[in-house]
């Protein structure tokens, strides 16, 4: 798998990312754990070096099913990108972020021990956390690089001037942040502002949460966050939806390609800056997704697919109200970089 550089001062990854959420329950229905552990094995055997977790991603269950997968596995083989800063009570329910510097250092303790390593590569606020200054956060963060428990600092779903002010404190990786056809909200401010301060993008959400794959889960399932939450699940918007999937189907036909790994190749079209965090929970999704890497397109497929699937288009908001909320990246999008 070809390799890039996460940044101006972050690791050597390849350009294709796994996230590894929908592997612990609570999020999309029951998980597989099976499956879920031959899935990353799977993605490491082809390439795929960077790995992403939270901490709060089946409170504690993803970092462990990782540290099992990666048995065996020479730690230097993989970057592991944490998330931490999530509260939960013991029923689910969210209790907002907290990025105060002593409880970075306790997050980060907690995680060390679950994955089995001695350092994290990289290590990000989940949300931005309103009460606390984003300088302790990314503060505390540094003095743990310099302890040695970290390695590189990232950042999640903050807008412009959090980053700028971040990148002031310690040089950041990477910024985490959904990117998709479906959604395109980082290209007005936030992406100029991280290539002109040299902070690569890991995007998630590229085939916003399954959509673009033309594949969707039953709407019994009501364990599944996309059948309960998601307002580009709920009726009316998913059948608009997937009709713009059609769309982007026909295209794919010409090149015996899925829908899927259309939406793909265009994410990684938009530079190599950009590398996409995918979360197959299972092998087949996995092959599905390592297909698109090998997908030549030229400009016209290009824009095309880019027509095809529009923000415009798309019905729906990405998150429902209560986290768009939570989204410093959303607060900021529509104001211009200073």
Known sequence: METVKLGRTGPTVGVLGLGCMGMSPGVYGPSDEAEGLATIRAAVDAGVTLI???????????????????????????????KFG??????????????????????????????????????????????????????????????????HVGLSEVGAETIRRAQAVHP??????????????????????????????TAYGVLSRGILSGRVPPATNKGDIRIVRMPRYQQGNLEQNLKLVEALRQIAREKNATPAQLALAWVRSRGSDI????????????????????????????????????????AGTRYDAPQMAHLDSEAGAHHPPT
């Open 52 to 82: 992403d977790t939270g901490d709060f991603y089946g409170m504690g269950h993803n970092e462990m099913l990782i540290r099992r997968a990666l048995e065996g596995t020479p730690r230097s083989q993989v970057v592991i990108s944490v």
């Open 275 to 314: 590398i996409p965090v995918v979360g197959a929970r299972r092998r087949e999704q996995l092959s599905e997704c390592l297909g698109a890497l090998a997908l030549k397109l030229d400009a016209a497929d290009l824009a095309r697919i880019d027509a095809a699937v529009t923000p415009d288009l798309t």
């Open 172 to 201: 950041i990786a990477d910024l985490q942040i959904e990117y998709s056809l479906m959604s395109r909200g980082i290209e007005t401010t936030i992406l100029p502002t991280t290539r002109q301060l040299g902070i690569a993008i």
């Open 86 to 151: 999530a509260l939960r009570d013991p029923a689910g329910i969210f209790g907002g972020n907290d990025g105060r510097p002593q409880a970075v250092k306790n997050f980060l303790a907690y995680t060390l021990r679950r994955l089995g390593t001695d350092y994290i590569d990289i290590y990000r606020p989940a949300r931005l956390d309103p009460a606390v200054p984003i300088e302790d956060t990314i503060g505390a963060i540094a003095d743990m690089i310099r302890a040695g428990y970290v390695r």
